[in-house]
């Protein structure tokens, strides 16, 4: 089966780059509509470089217009917003609700994201909080097929430096199988992988994957 297009956003983090190595190398996918906020330098024909104001909402309209599929893994850390909360929120909040809004008025085939294990809108930790009120808040807009992944740490090599997530890199591994499921450390590359396979099903409504799941697709 062909897909006529789909789109990235944050295909510059650790997930996102995983995303685009694999769909540029599947024969399934004819465009990737690569949506970042600064010029990056990618060779392959596959991939459209799209960049634009993520605060403006009808650039982001414009470019998912032509896509089947949408994958957010939009985030940032307190580190690159100096502890703000509100400029934290205006990157994992406004931007992701924004792409979903889009591919609601769009009428997208899939939307899929990337949220947190533990999320929870009633959590008194700032994060998990966000995350979950991230995801109430998706859910309401009713999008015809919405798949959101929840892993832990991510097992992976990052272009920034973030020390504390390093050193939990190398040590929760061998304590993983003292963890339940949901909070076992997974590779950013397996939840890349899964969000594109899930993705393609287009399961109707709402679905919402855990370790387990991420690791099955």
Not at 82 to 93: A, L, T
Not at 191 to 199: C, E, L, R, T, Y
């Amino acid at each position: 089966m062909k897909f006529s297009e789909v789109t990235i956003f944050g295909g510059t983090g650790l997930i996102g780059k995983y995303l685009l190595k694999i769909l540029t190398d599947d024969p399934e996918i004819n465009t990737i509509n690569f949506v970042t906020r600064r010029t990056v330098e990618i060779n392959n024909k596959k991939v459209k470089l799209q960049v634009i104001d993520f605060s403006n909402k009808q650039s982001i309209l414009n470019s998912i217009k032509n896509s089947s599929i949408v994958f957010s893994a939009i985030g940032t850390t307190q580190s690159r917003v100096k502890g703000d909360s509100k400029k934290y929120r205006e990157v994992d909040f406004d931007i992701t609700f924004n792409i979903a809004n889009a591919c609601k008025e769009k009428n997208v085939g899939h939307f899929s994201f990337v949220s947190s294990s533990g999320a929870d809108f009633k959590s008194n930790n700032f994060y998990l909080k966000l995350k979950g009120e991230i995801e109430s808040s998706i859910i309401k807009l009713n999008l015809k097929s919405l798949s959101i992944l929840r892993p832990s740490l991510l097992l992976g090599k990052r272009d920034e430096r973030r020390y504390g997530e390093k050193i939990a890199q190398v040590i929760m591994p061998f304590f993983s199988f003292l963890m339940p499921p949901n909070y076992k450390p997974i590779s950013a590359f397996q939840v890349a992988k899964a969000m594109i396979n899930i993705s393609k099903n287009k399961k109707p409504g709402i679905n919402i994957y855990h370790y387990n799941e991420i690791k099955d697709n």
